[in-house]
């Protein structure tokens, strides 16, 4: 089983990702942490990435899907959640040419509204690192950390300008996905599903756990 998240920033991949490792038992194909493992074991490819990141280069696709491949080998027979990649239509055309099937694809739809909201409404206390959201996981008084009395403060990256900078760049890249996998699903290559992801996040998991019922079996 091989499953990809589409989904929005802000959307809920990182929280619904999360439910399938520790539910289901995915193993979570990170594209940062494959490339971390590559450089750290030293394989003939992570020999290749080390030194195209030490020059400031891109890892090109062929590269990163070789990598995809050997880790999707290393899983065997347990399910994986791919997670960063594929990112683009140039990245999920490849994959396919590669020979890499997937099972489903998942796409968490949420209003770009919806998700302005939820980004910018983060908070974190910086010394920390503890997360609050002013709708959803609000500290007890306004502002200020639970357990410090301290400031709470915005990332940069959580701004209103950024995020929206960040939705232009993922409608852009990653929205084309959504109807190329949808068209391989009617050709049956795959399985495509939307779920309705602007609603509480347990209600969403159940939605998603639903999809998979041999592995909650």
Known sequence: MRVVLLGAPGAGKGTQAQVLVERLGFIHIATGEILRAAVREQSPLGIQVQAM??????????LM?????????QAGDRPCLLDGFPRTLAQAEALTQAGIKLDQVV??????AVLIRRLSGRR??????RLYHIDYQPPRVADRDDITGEPLNTRPDDDEATIRQRLMIYQAQTVPLIAYYQQQALQGRTRYVA???NQPAVAVSAQLLALFPQQTA
């Open 53 to 62: 990141m030490a020059s400031g280069q891109l890892v090109p696709d062929r």
């Open 65 to 73: 899907i070789a990598l995809v491949e050997e880790r999707l080998q």
């Open 107 to 112: 796409h968490l739809a949420v209003p770009e």
């Open 124 to 129: 974190v206390h910086r010394p920390s690192g």
């Open 195 to 197: 779920l309705e992801a």
